[in-house]
């Protein structure tokens, strides 16, 4: 029994707080901001279901194409192994060449780099 008359006060308190806010608040205003945050809802509804049909589509396409991607990848690292043998190769054959016939090239190219293209794989 006690601890009933001692939620009383308690309950009377919060009917009053309630009451209080019931009258700040204005019901129109209410309204309006349901009907703004379900047309919020809806779009971004809408939009989740456009990016989710978005990915879909793109796995589709990438799982088209990776197979490609792969192979050319491995011809391209392929192609670039080869040619580091090839202009290594060329270097050996010229410094051998100078050392043979010092005047073959006269314009002073002997003592370039004959291999000036960048290193794609070393950041800049």
Wanted: contains cysteine; proline residues 5%.
């Amino acid at each position: 029994m006690e601890e009933t008359s001692e939620k009383e006060p308690i309950r009377v308190a919060s009917d009053e707080v309630s009451t209080q806010f019931k009258t700040l608040i204005n019901n129109d205003d209410i309204d309006s901001l349901k009907q703004s945050q379900n047309l919020i809802l809806g779009r971004l509804q809408d939009s989740n279901a456009i990016l989710s049909h978005f990915n879909d589509y793109s796995e589709r396409c990438f799982a088209q194409v990776a197979p490609d991607f792969n192979r050319n990848t491995r011809l391209l690292s392929s192609m670039k192994t080869d040619l580091d043998y090839i202009f290594l190769k060329l270097r050996s054959m010229k410094g051998k060449i100078v050392a043979t016939y010092p005047d073959a090239f006269p314009d002073g190219s002997a003592t370039k780099i004959l291999d000036e293209r960048p290193d794609l794989e070393r950041p800049q």
